[in-house]
């Protein structure tokens, strides 16, 4: 990795921004003051409440840290198949007794002004989910002095992220927890087969650019770290690992479903926000997977207040329980004791003497 980045964390190791809960600055600051880089979601808040968490992490660490940042969705959904859903959540609605959101609610996520804000304010660094932002935006960040980042799933949108400029990409394999940050959403798709597992998507996009890349899906153990370094990737991205750590501000639901036994397995589903994302197979998942649209971020809105509802009576059954395929193997402990079992686990499998991974800044 480009020794700029490198000399940003001690370990190869970055907490993955969460979005909808579990990010918070506690996590970001623990796992930052550890030796990883811990991150700070800015999906789906306003300006403000971004710009109040990077105020309270930069309280808690002086150490660096990362802000993601959703891209603006084209206005590719088609209003009548939302129309649809949303009839087809009613019994939901009743069920919970919740309206459901308006599914027009802006398809941008303040992306401009969240951008304004993090020019006039630097971070270490920025990164970008669900597509690559222009050429002037990257320069813009590179001129503050802010390394970025943009999320791929294949090597296409790596040679875009080359192209317009970016520091290093965020390979994310099919496994991963969360939403699939592919920069176009094809509508035909079959969103619960597409993808590529992350050791084939690392090499392909090693082979295809010549960036620095921090690998994602799937990670949950030191011994899988040192797997994709050795395959090529520069650091690892680890979200669901983080998800029930107990600084994370994830629903206590949700970080208990990730070893409970009635959660047997993950998928991919467009149900609860219009975008493919790995979640715990669900009441709600069975029931609205097969026929939900592609349709973000109209589905988020339609849905967040059920959600919301279904957190509140504690029934997870009707909750977003976002995962990925490591889940079982969740490991709950401080953020920052996480980081140091990993870092040992990665030394250990790497064959090395503990604490001396070389590309490690002294
Ligand atoms: C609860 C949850 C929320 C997520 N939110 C975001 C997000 O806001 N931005 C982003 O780039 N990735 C997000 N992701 C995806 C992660 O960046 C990463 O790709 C994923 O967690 C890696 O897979 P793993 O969960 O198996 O470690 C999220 C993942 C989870 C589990």
Same mark, same amino acid.
């Given at each position: 990795?480009? *020794?700029a980045?490198?000399?940003?964390?001690?370990?190869?190791?970055?907490?993955?921004?969460?979005?909808?809960?579990? &990010?918070?600055?506690?996590?970001?600051?623990?796992?930052?003051?550890?030796?990883g880089?811990?991150?700070? !979601?800015?999906?789906?808040?306003?300006?403000?409440?971004?710009?109040?968490?990077?105020?309270? @992490?930069?309280?808690?660490?002086?150490h660096p840290?990362?802000?993601?940042?959703?891209?603006?969705q084209?206005?590719?959904a088609?209003?009548?198949?939302?129309?649809?859903?949303?009839?087809?959540l009613?019994?939901?609605?009743?069920?919970?007794?919740?309206? @459901?959101?308006?599914?027009? &609610?802006?398809?941008?996520?303040?992306? +401009?002004?969240?951008?304004?804000? %993090?020019?006039?304010?630097?971070?270490?660094?920025?990164?970008?989910t669900?597509?690559?932002? *222009?050429?002037?935006?990257?320069? !813009?960040?590179?001129?503050?002095?802010?390394?970025?980042?943009?999320?791929?799933?294949s090597?296409?949108?790596?040679?875009?992220?080359?192209?317009?400029?970016?520091?290093?990409?965020?390979?994310?394999?099919?496994?991963?927890g969360?939403?699939?940050?592919?920069?176009?959403?094809?509508?035909h798709?079959?969103?619960?087969?597409?993808g %590529?597992?992350?050791?084939s998507?690392?090499?392909?996009?090693?082979?295809?650019?010549?960036?620095?890349?921090?690998?994602a899906?799937?990670?949950?153990?030191?011994?899988?770290?040192?797997?994709?370094?050795?395959?090529?990737?520069?650091?690892?991205? @680890?979200?669901?690992?983080?998800?029930?750590?107990?600084? *994370?501000?994830a629903?206590?639901?949700?970080?208990?479903? $990730?070893?409970?036994?009635?959660?047997?397995?993950t998928?991919?589903?467009?149900?609860?926000?219009?975008?493919?994302?790995?979640?715990l197979?669900n009441?709600?998942?069975? +029931?609205h997977?097969?026929?939900?649209?592609?349709?973000?971020?109209?589905?988020?809105?339609?849905?967040?207040g059920l959600?919301?509802?279904?957190?509140k009576?504690?029934?997870?059954?009707? $909750?977003?329980?976002?995962?990925?395929?490591?889940?079982?193997?969740?490991?709950?402990?401080?953020?920052?004791?996480?980081?140091?079992?990993?870092?040992?686990?990665?030394?250990?499998?790497?064959? *090395?003497?503990?604490g001396?991974?070389?590309?490690?800044a002294?």
């Amino acid at each position: 990795m480009s *020794s700029a980045l490198t000399d940003l964390f001690r370990y190869p190791i970055v907490q993955a921004p969460m979005a909808g809960g579990a &990010s918070c600055p506690q996590l970001a600051a623990a796992v930052s003051a550890a030796g990883g880089l811990g991150f700070l !979601a800015a999906g789906y808040k306003t300006p403000e409440a971004m710009y109040e968490e990077i105020k309270q @992490l930069r309280g808690l660490t002086g150490h660096p840290f990362g802000v993601n940042v959703f891209m603006p969705q084209p206005a590719t959904a088609d209003p009548a198949a939302v129309e649809v859903y949303a009839e087809q959540l009613s019994g939901e609605a009743s069920w919970y007794e919740t309206p @459901l959101g308006d599914p027009d &609610s802006g398809n941008d996520d303040a992306y +401009e002004v969240k951008l304004a804000i %993090l020019l006039e304010d630097p971070v270490p660094v920025v990164s970008f989910t669900f597509g690559c932002p *222009s050429r002037a935006v990257l320069e !813009a960040f590179a001129g503050a002095g802010t390394r970025t980042v943009v999320t791929v799933t294949s090597p296409a949108e790596a040679q875009a992220a080359e192209r317009a400029g970016a520091d290093a990409v965020c390979v994310q394999g099919i496994e991963a927890g969360g939403h699939q940050g592919t920069h176009f959403d094809d509508p035909h798709a079959d969103c619960t087969a597409a993808g %590529l597992g992350l050791l084939s998507l690392i090499t392909l996009v090693r082979e295809a650019v010549p960036l620095p890349v921090i690998a994602a899906g799937g990670l949950m153990r030191g011994a899988q770290i040192a797997a994709v370094l050795a395959a090529g990737a520069d650091a690892a991205q @680890l979200g669901t690992a983080f998800l029930v750590c107990h600084e *994370s501000a994830a629903h206590p639901l949700h970080k208990r479903a $990730m070893t409970d036994s009635l959660f047997t397995r993950t998928e991919l589903t467009r149900a609860f926000t219009g975008r493919p994302a790995r979640g715990l197979v669900n009441r709600f998942m069975r +029931e609205h997977g097969r026929y939900a649209p592609a349709a973000y971020p109209q589905l988020q809105h339609l849905t967040a207040g059920l959600r919301r509802a279904a957190a509140k009576v504690g029934d997870p059954q009707g $909750m977003s329980l976002w995962a990925g395929q490591g889940h079982r193997l969740a490991r709950e402990m401080p953020a920052g004791r996480l980081v140091e079992v990993l870092a040992a686990e990665m030394d250990n499998a790497l064959g *090395s003497v503990p604490g001396t991974w070389t590309g490690a800044a002294s």
